[in-house]
């Protein structure tokens, strides 16, 4: 069993910026990929952004050029860094982790990003 533990979450005017983390229990060197989901009141839940293995990124379109994923092996970390937020980035967000290894995903317990206007 893994363990993904996220922080960073709060509350921010629109225009500022937040860092979400989510660290795994366990190494990621074995992702066959890890990020963030997103899910707001009334809507489903979708993919914010993730990096595959190999390292590439993928990003919804609505963060593209603000928001910028990243991770780090030693700590076994993934990071979420979030600027120029906008109301419509109010959701709680969700750290996603598939590793190799096991053919279920992992999930977070959720952390809430509220962006007041």
């Known amino acids: 069993q893994v363990q993904l533990v996220e922080s960073g979450g709060g509350l921010v005017q629109a225009g500022g910026s937040l860092r979400l983390s989510c660290a795994a229990s366990r190494s990621i060197l074995t992702i066959n990929s890890m990020g963030w989901y997103r899910q707001a009141p009334g809507k489903q839940r979708e993919l914010v952004a993730n990096i595959i293995r190999g390292g590439i990124t993928n990003y919804a379109d609505s963060v593209k050029g603000r928001f910028t994923i990243s991770k780090d092996n030693a700590k076994n970390t993934v990071y979420l860094q979030m600027n120029s937020l906008k109301p419509e980035d109010t959701a709680v967000y969700y750290c996603?982790?598939?590793?190799?290894?096991?053919?279920?995903?992992?999930w977070g317990q959720g952390t809430q990003v509220t962006v007041s206007s």
């Open positions: 996603n982790a598939n590793f190799l290894t096991s053919p279920v995903p992992y």
